[in-house]
C-alpha cells in the first residue's frame, strides 16, 4: 500500500553533497507533478523543489543554485541533488505528488512518502 518512498538520506560534512530518492509505486505518478518538503527541528514543514510532469521546476530561494530537482518518468522516480549542504539543510525531507501542481506546492499532495533523515554537520 506505501506509493512513495523516500531513500538517499544520511549525514554529511557542510559542503557535501546527496542525492535523494523518490520512488513511486505506480505509473500514474508520471503524470503527476512531484515535490520535496522538509521540516526542520522546531520549524514549519517547508516547500523545497518541485517539478511538473513536463520536467519545469522551481525552487525555494534558499536553495536555488545549490539544490536540482529531476524526474525519470520511466523509473517513476524523482531526485533531489543537494550540492553545497549547509547546516540549516538539516531536516526530514519528504516527497508528495497529486494530480494538481497548486495543491502540491501549497498545501502538499494526498500521497507522501515516510521521509529520510538529512543531516549536515562537522
Known amino acids: 500500500q506505501v506509493q512513495l518512498v523516500e531513500s538517499g538520506g544520511g549525514l554529511v560534512q557542510p559542503g557535501g553533497s546527496l542525492r535523494l530518492s523518490c520512488a513511486a509505486s505506480?505509473?500514474?505518478?508520471?503524470?503527476?507533478?512531484m515535490a520535496w518538503y522538509r521540516r526542520a527541528p522546531g520549524k514549519q514543514r517547508e516547500l523545497v523543489a518541485a517539478?511538473?510532469?513536463?520536467?519545469?521546476?522551481n525552487y525555494v530561494d534558499s536553495v536555488k543554485g545549490r539544490f536540482t530537482i529531476s524526474r525519470d518518468n520511466a523509473k517513476n522516480t524523482v531526485y533531489l541533488q543537494m550540492n553545497s549542504l549547509k547546516p540549516e539543510d538539516t531536516a526530514v525531507y519528504y516527497c508528495?505528488?497529486?494530480?494538481?501542481?497548486?495543491?502540491?506546492?501549497?498545501?502538499?499532495?494526498?500521497?507522501w512518502g515516510q521521509g529520510t533523515q538529512v543531516t549536515v554537520s562537522s
Open positions: 505506480r505509473s500514474i505518478f508520471s503524470i503527476y507533478p
Open positions: 517539478i511538473t510532469s513536463g520536467g519545469r521546476t
Open positions: 508528495s505528488a497529486d494530480a494538481q501542481y497548486a495543491k502540491v506546492v501549497t498545501k502538499g499532495g494526498d500521497y
